[in-house]
Nanobody, 116 residues
Framework: DVQLQASGGGLVQPGGSLRLSCAASGFTFSTYPMTWARQAPGKGPEWVSTISSGGGSKTYADSVKGRFTISRDNAKNTVYLQMNSLKFEDTAVYYC?????????RGQGTQVTVSS
């Protein structure tokens, strides 16, 4: 079974940084693109970023471009999201998704709260 376990969330002040990790198992990680998505209270899923299977291609939502960086370590079956210059509107549950887009298998996510 596909398992995706996100971690690294927490409470941070505006302008702060967090690094999220998502450990994957149950599939051949290195052959799939991976996606980070988020869901704020009362809203639907929002695509944040996707990285290609080899890590050479990365795409970002306009709302996070220049502030967030996606990366992966195929030897560790892990995808990361470095989040800098966090804003109040970044508050959400962040989760990783197998594949490109938000419709694939996903884990439970990790809460990120940006508050002063």
């Amino acid at each position: 079974d596909v398992q995706l376990q996100a971690s690294g969330g927490g409470l941070v002040q505006p302008g702060g940084s967090l690094r999220l990790s998502c450990a994957a198992s149950g599939f051949t990680f290195s052959t799939y693109p991976m996606t980070w998505a988020r869901q704020a209270p009362g809203k639907g899923p929002e695509w944040v970023s996707t990285i290609s299977s080899g890590g050479g291609s990365k795409t970002y939502a306009d709302s996070v471009k220049g502030r967030f960086t996606i990366s992966r370590d195929n030897a560790k079956n892990t995808v990361y999201l470095q989040m800098n210059s966090l804003k109040f509107e970044d508050t959400a549950v962040y989760y990783c998704v197998k594949g490109a887009g938000v419709a694939g298998s996903r884990g439970q996510g990790t809460q990120v709260t940006v508050s002063s």
